[in-house]
C-alpha cells in the first residue's frame, strides 16, 4: 500500500509528532511519502530517520495554493498513492482540489474543534470574516475526502456538524505515544511544590486563569512554584501579568524544550487548563509518566481522563474551581500520587503508539480496499 501524507509544515506541533509517531510502526509493507508545504521544518531530522521519502514544496507566503495544487498533482502522478491522508487547514484544502482533479482517494483528518464558541469569540472585526471565509471554504469542499479519522470523539461529532458531514463517514483514533519510553514517575512531595504545564503560548490554552490561579495559591502557600514550557504570541501578555502579580521569582516561562515531557519528573503536577484543544498529546504524555494532573473539563480531555479516578478536573475558564483543585493536590498528595498511578496504567492500555499505529493502518487498507 502506497500512501501520500500531506500537511502544512514539520514545525513543532501535536499533528506532525503523531505523524511521525504512527508512521514509524507502521509495517514494512506500507509504502509512506510525506509532503509538505511550507518551510517551517523543526521536525525534518525525525521525519528523515523515519522510513518514508520527504517532499519539501517550500511555498512561500501563507497560501499560494495555485502553485501548491499544481506542485501536488505532479508528485500524485509521479508517486501514484493507493491513498493520501491529509492534516491542517491548508494541506486540506489544497489536498482536496489536487485529489478532486486526479481522482485520487482522500482522506481527512480532524485534530482539532476548529469551530467551537470558544475559538470564535477570539475572533473580531477583520479576522472574524477571515474565520467565517475559512468555514466556507472548509465546508464547500468537504464532500470531497472518501472518509475522515478524527483524533477524538468530540472533535469529530463537533466537525461533522459544522461541516455537514454524517457521523458514518468519520472513525475515531486516539493520538498515541511509545509508552516504552515512559519510565514511572516517582518525585515525592519536596519544597518547593512544582506545577508544571506544556502548549504553546496562547490564551486559549488557558494561561490567563492558570496565572491567576497559582497566584491566589501562592498567597496561601509560599513555597510554590509554576513552569510553562512552551512559546508562542501570547508571552510578552503573560509576562506583563506575572511582573504585575509579583510573581517573576515563582512563575517560570521556560520556552521551547526538546522532549518536554521529560521535565515532568521534576515537577509535582501536570496542570492543563485548555478552553479547548485537540485530542491533547502533552495530556497523554504526563497520563503515561505517572504525574498527579489537574485537567479541564473541556470534552476532549475528558475522553482521557476521568475526574477524582486518574485526575483532578476543574470547570474551564473558573479561576477559583482551578485554584480550589491545585490546593487539593497539595492537601491530599499521597491520594493524588495514587490517582496519577491509575491514569498510567490507562493510558498504557489505551494509548499506546504500536496499537494506534495498528488500528490506523488496518483503517487505511480498508479504506483502499473501498469502493
Request: hydrophobic share 40%; with cysteine; charged share 20%.
Amino acid at each position: 500500500m502506497k500512501v501520500l501524507f500531506t500537511i502544512d509544515s514539520l514545525q513543532q506541533g501535536g499533528a506532525e509528532q503523531s505523524i511521525a509517531n504512527i508512521i514509524q510502526h507502521f509495517s514494512e509493507d506500507v509504502e509512506v511519502t510525506v509532503l509538505y508545504f511550507y518551510p517551517k521544518d523543526d521536525l525534518l531530522p525525525t521525519y528523515k530517520n523515519l522510513r518514508c521519502r520527504v517532499i519539501a514544496m517550500n511555498l512561500q507566503g501563507k497560501y499560494n495554493w495555485v502553485k501548491a495544487i499544481s506542485g501536488m498533482k505532479k508528485i500524485i502522478e509521479s508517486v501514484r498513492p493507493d491513498i493520501v491522508v491529509s492534516s491542517l487547514y491548508r494541506s486540506n484544502i489544497i489536498s482536496r482540489i489536487a485529489c478532486f482533479q486526479t481522482n485520487t482517494k482522500l482522506i481527512g483528518t480532524f485534530v482539532d474543534d476548529s469551530y467551537n464558541a470558544e475559538r470564535r469569540k477570539t475572533f473580531k472585526g477583520v479576522g472574524l470574516l477571515k474565520y467565517q471565509a475559512t468555514w466556507i471554504l472548509d465546508r464547500l469542499t468537504s464532500f470531497i475526502p472518501y472518509a475522515w479519522i478524527s483524533n477524538s470523539k468530540c472533535i469529530g461529532e463537533n466537525n461533522a456538524k459544522k461541516l455537514g458531514l454524517p457521523l458514518s463517514k468519520i472513525k475515531v483514533i486516539y493520538r498515541g505515544r511509545n509508552s516504552s519510553a515512559f519510565t514511572r514517575w516517582n518525585h515525592t512531595q519536596t519544597s518547593p511544590f512544582i506545577f508544571a504545564t506544556i502548549g504553546r503560548l496562547y490564551e486559549k490554552k488557558g494561561y490567563p486563569e492558570l496565572i491567576e490561579a497559582f497566584s491566589a495559591v501562592s498567597k496561601k502557600y509560599a513555597d510554590v512554584r509554576l513552569i510553562i514550557y512552551g512559546e508562542g504570541g501570547y508571552r510578552s501578555i503573560m509576562e506583563e501579568r506575572i511582573k504585575e502579580l509579583e510573581l517573576t521569582d515563582k512563575i517560570i516561562l521556560a520556552g521551547n524544550i526538546p522532549a518536554a515531557w521529560l521535565k515532568l519528573y521534576d515537577s509535582n503536577c501536570f496542570v492543563f487548563p485548555s478552553r479547548f484543544e485537540g485530542f491533547s498529546g502533552a495530556l497523554v504524555e504526563a497520563m503515561m509518566t505517572g504525574i498527579p494532573i489537574i485537567s479541564s473539563n473541556i470534552p476532549m480531555n475528558l475522553e482521557a481522563v476521568q475526574h477524582q479516578h486518574t485526575a483532578l478536573v476543574h470547570e474551564m475558564k473558573n479561576v477559583q474551581d482551578l485554584q480550589a483543585k491545585m490546593e487539593q493536590m497539595m492537601q491530599n498528595y499521597p491520594a493524588m500520587i495514587e490517582m496519577g498511578k491509575r491514569a498510567r496504567e490507562y493510558a498504557f492500555e489505551t494509548f499506546d503508539i504500536k496499537m494506534i499505529a495498528q488500528q490506523y493502518q488496518n483503517l487505511l487498507y480498508q479504506f483502499v480496499a473501498s469502493k
